[in-house]
T-cell receptor, first 115, second 119 residues
């Protein structure tokens, strides 16, 4: 079975500074990895995914994430944070085996970007 | 592309009534749809998974007779909360994954959610 850990409940950064939201995963096979963002009272918006290929994945709104197989991590990063990036971020993993519908989410990390 | 809509966005009902929530994939065919429940400041809890034309697969602890799921077409799934009680009050989010391009087969896309309040 797969699982995801987001070790930080809360991340605070100043506007203009780089941000990192951490995620580690556990999966028996090869993973599909995802990042989603949720604004208050809204559903989840897809940010980016790692399926195969380059370990550095670029996504929406200037976000990127690096797949690190040895460390089983998929940390979300952005070089320069904006106040509007403040939201709840979820990392998710799915086993790459065919027809696997079981996607597991982390507990979420609340990012606050202060002006 | 890959837009999922949900209706209604917010519903308030009396205890004992039934509420139907619709989830539609607007620009792709959703071979698989998912229903989640989210409690305040918590992660998503998967309730059930449904494939078009098949019965839904419910997660352990989710009452299938209370949460009726119908995935009648490749673009529509409905969740009906039957005989709702205050403890059913929550944020319900649907998600869809589809056939077609890699964009929709690999990735789940989420609806905007439905806030259910049972008085």
């Amino acid at each position: 079975a797969q699982s995801v850990a987001q070790p930080e409940d809360q991340v605070n950064v100043a506007e203009g500074n780089p941000l990192t939201v951490k995620c580690t995963y556990s999966v028996s096979g090869n993973p599909y990895l995802f990042w989603y963002v949720q604004y208050p009272n809204r559903g989840l918006q897809f940010l980016l995914k790692y399926i195969t290929g380059d370990n550095l994945v670029k996504g929406s709104y200037g976000f990127e994430a690096e797949f690190n197989k040895s460390q089983t991590s998929f940390h979300l990063k952005k070089p320069s944070a904006l106040v509007s990036d403040s939201a709840l971020y979820f990392c998710a993993v799915r086993d790459r085996r065919r027809n696997n519908n079981d996607m597991r989410f982390g507990a979420g990390t609340r990012l606050t970007v202060k002006p | 592309g890959a837009v999922v809509s949900q209706h209604p966005s917010r519903v308030i009902c009396k205890s004992g009534t039934s509420v139907k929530i619709e989830c539609r994939s607007l620009d792709f065919q959703a071979t698989t749809m998912f229903w989640y429940r989210q409690f305040p400041k918590k992660s998503l809890m998967l309730m059930a998974t449904s494939n078009e034309g098949s019965k839904a697969t419910y997660e352990q602890g989710v009452e299938k007779d209370k949460f009726l799921i119908n995935h009648a077409s490749l673009t529509l799934s409905t969740l009906t909360v039957t005989s709702a009680h205050p403890e059913d009050s929550s944020f319900y989010i649907c998600s869809a994954r589809g056939g077609g391009t890699m964009k929709t087969t690999d990735t789940q896309y989420f609806g905007p959610g439905t806030r259910l309040t049972v008085l």
